[in-house]
């Protein structure tokens, strides 16, 4: 017997992915039903080689559901998360809204995969950031070997991070640029994207921060250790999927570069492409449609006693979103409802 899946978003990118995911997957599903709001009702999206026509979420009933693996945005989320959950049915929320819910368990399976178990409070899981995933999978294993004290790291953030719309906003920029009797002014993102990079990634905070930077830090310390020190500046570029990031540790004990190089080679979910020569590193565009997280560029950073610096890369639309959500599904599956 295998699960009753619900996929809410299908029609939007990370609901898409997770459609291809859960088919690559071999994900025991029984039955999947597919929403989107009212605007998209009976458009069709695919699973496997079946083609599924989207519900309308505002109508859908929840009852007899295992597991919903919401991807539809804060607002809707706050309005329907609650409802499913309280039919039973246990969200796996890719919003905002519930990640800094302390009765949320915010998780990322390759870290901290127990917390899996904290869904009863509100039989709803929150998945992380696109740029927090990927940078807690590959610092959590140095932070087991040599304890991390501080992380300085900067984003360069896919548009597909913004949803179809931003993907949209750079295709018709882009073809814009070269055939100017159109103009496509900036709507999703605040400047143009087209040729251009932006730095600023969600809301202004008062401490001149953006939100994106604020949930790489409280996101971190929630997956992964309170007690690490993060400072972070989110970029978005004109790439379409993939989010590349800089990042630079500083840790109690000191780690040498081929040690650091060893330990990520031996953790899950990560691949190490570092040879130090042309080409031997890992781009955005080399990351699209994979599972890992890929870091390159491992080196010691002589500027202080412990410290290193290391270039990572992961799709965002896949551990970033679709297949961090699949993989805390499986978990809970595994350890919670135990069917399939
Ligand atoms: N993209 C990423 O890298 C990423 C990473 C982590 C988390 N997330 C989060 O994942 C969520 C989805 O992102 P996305 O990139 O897939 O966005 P998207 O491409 O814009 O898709 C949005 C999806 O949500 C649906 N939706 C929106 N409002 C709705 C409503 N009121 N009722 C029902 N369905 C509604 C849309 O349906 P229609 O087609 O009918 O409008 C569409 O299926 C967001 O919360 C985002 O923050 C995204």
């Given amino acids: 017997m295998g699960y009753r899946i619900v996929v809410a978003g299908a029609t939007g990118n990370v609901g898409r992915e997770m459609l291809n995911i859960l088919h690559e997957r ?15 009702l009976g458009t069709e999206v695919s699973f496997g080689d079946r083609t599924l026509k989207t519900q309308d979420l505002a109508t859908f009933d929840f009852t007899g559901w295992d597991i919903a693996l919401f991807a539809i945005g804060s607002d809707a989320t706050k309005e329907f998360a609650p409802k499913a959950a309280k039919a039973g049915c246990v969200v796996i929320d890719n919003s905002s809204l519930y990640r800094y819910d302390p009765d949320v368990p915010l998780v990322v399976p390759e870290v901290n995969a127990d917390a899996v178990m904290g869904y009863s409070k509100k039989n709803i899981i929150a998945n992380p950031n696109c740029s927090t995933a990927q940078m807690v999978v590959a610092l959590k294993p140095l932070h087991d070997r040599a304890r991390i004290k501080r992380v300085v790291v900067s984003t360069y953030q896919s548009v ?11 295709w018709d920029q882009t073809k814009a640029v070269y055939n100017p009797v159109t103009e496509v002014p900036p709507k999703k993102f605040q400047k143009q994207i087209a040729f251009n990079v932006i730095p600023h990634i969600d809301v202004f905070l008062e401490d001149g921060s953006t939100k994106e930077e604020w949930k790489m830090v409280a996101e971190t310390k929630k997956i992964l250790d309170k007690s690490i020190k993060v400072t972070a500046t989110c970029v978005r570029v004109p790439v379409f999927v993939g989010h590349g990031e800089s990042i630079n540790i500083e840790t109690e ?4 570069e081929d040690e650091a190089r060893d330990i990520l080679r031996e953790s899950p979910g990560i691949m190490v492409v570092d040879k130090r020569e042309d080409g031997g590193y890992v781009t955005p565009i080399d990351c699209v449609g994979d599972y890992a997280t890929f870091i390159s560029r491992i080196r010691q950073d002589s500027t202080i006693d412990n410290g290193l610096n290391f270039w990572c890369v992961s799709d965002n639309l896949r551990k970033g979103a679709a297949l961090n959500a699949v993989q805390i599904a499986e978990v809970f599956g595994q350890r919670v409802l135990k069917k399939g």
Avoid: W, Y
């Fill in 26 to 40: 071999e994900f025991p599903v029984d039955e999947i039903a597919v929403l989107a709001s009212r605007r998209s």
């Fill in 253 to 256: 004990e000191f780690l040498d």
């Fill in 160 to 170: 597909s991070g913004a949803g179809k719309e931003g993907m949209d906003e750079l």
